[in-house]
């Protein structure tokens, strides 16, 4: 049988799809849980994360306007149909391993995460699952907070998986199959606030200022943006072994370069991938397909505990391999590797030089082999003038912040 239903682009949460095919959420609510906001709290009182994982709206029991639950029926998005057909229908998809995954990655979290627990409830924080059809093959999974307390931690939160990319087997951390997982945990960190959350004192509901979690400056004509607040300075502290980055028109406390343009925006949940590659946290679209080595580090855990929300669980997370003090040659941090030049304080591998702008993937050959001998994947070379000029300024700036003379010819995307 045919059925002609049309949803609107809109559901009842408020979630949509604009005109361009992107996910555009409404904003969380306060709601609040403790009677005293005056905490005084003492380690033991930490507990592991309670996470409750709804899965009504895969089941059937709630339906999402954007998800195809029998065959024919039309999803309408602003410049887009798509027709239902048989094997889009949830009850016709092999969700075995999308269950075994999802509950691996609870399992982790719940072992990873330390929280005050929600009174008199028996979770800490909901996950309200979703797997629904994307007008565009742009995302994998897009997450957001719905609801929050009074200490800025996330309470109830939807996760929007795309039903195009739902894995074929299940999915486990430091596996080889740990690709899918992994991307779900760095979306997740969004749902913690880590990086854009309103990080506050470990006893108070009153944020930072801006000035106190977040500094820019200009080196080599170049912006860093860095996330500063506590965790994040002793992360750099120890990781770069200065107190203070120097710029060019100004100074800031040292911290974690991140992806940020000065906003709360979804833009600014990353940490910049330019000098923590094989780290869970960078943007996705800097991950080759399959290339499933990341890592877990104290960079993560730096900016989920700077929430002053959430305790990690140190044993569970790996270090970095390149740049961390403790992996070089008489423990000394690389000199000026959080500012400086790449030409000059990259190791090799960072650059890939090939007679080819083709994008390649090649695992096994030792051309492709990262860095730190963990990772291969991608090589997008392109030839740039020695003026960087024109089309090439703001790339130079932004990604590469070379020295003058402009010293190589090809180019690696990082």
Known sequence: MFFSLFFSTKSQDGVHFNKEGGLTFPKPKFVPEYSNTNRQVLDEEWKNIRIKLN??????????????YEEGQILKFYNKNITCEKDMILSNTNLTSFTITLNNFKNFEEKFLKVLPSP?????????????????????LRVNPDTYNEYQRTTKA??????????????????????YMGNIMREFNKILDAIHGRYHPKNSTKPYKDNET??????????????????????????????VFEGDNSTCPSGIEIEYDGTRGTYNNYIRGRLFYTELSIQLYLRASGNYIE???????????DTENYLCNWSMAQPLVWGNPETQIGGKPIKDLALGPPQLVFPKQYFYYSDTTAITLDK????????????????????APSSC??????????????????????MVYL
Not at 166 to 178: I, R, Y
Not at 295 to 305: E, H, S, Y
């Open 214 to 243: 977040y500094c820019s400056l200009i080196k080599y004509g170049r912006q860093f943006n860095f996330l500063i607040a506590p965790y994040s300075h002793l992360f750099a502290q120890k990781h770069y072994g200065v107190d």
């Open 158 to 179: 939807t996760m929007n998986f795309n039903h195009l990319g739902l894995p074929s087997q299940p999915s486990m951390w430091e596996t080889e199959s740990g690709e």
């Open 120 to 140: 008199n409830k028996d979770y800490d924080l909901e996950l309200i699952i979703k797997i629904i059809r994307y007008p565009y093959i742009e995302s994998f």
């Open 295 to 305: 890592r877990l580090t104290d960079a993560t855990m730096a900016i989920i505990q």
């Open 364 to 383: 096994d050959s030792p051309q492709y082999v990262g860095f730190d001998f963990k990772h291969g994947g991608y090589t997008i070379s392109s030839n």
């Open 389 to 410: 000029t024109g089309y090439w300024e703001d790339y130079c700036k932004r990604i590469l912040q070379p020295i003058k003379p402009f010293i190589y010819k090809l």
């Open 55 to 68: 899965m009504s709206y895969v089941t059937g029991e709630l339906r999402d306007p954007n998800a195809c």
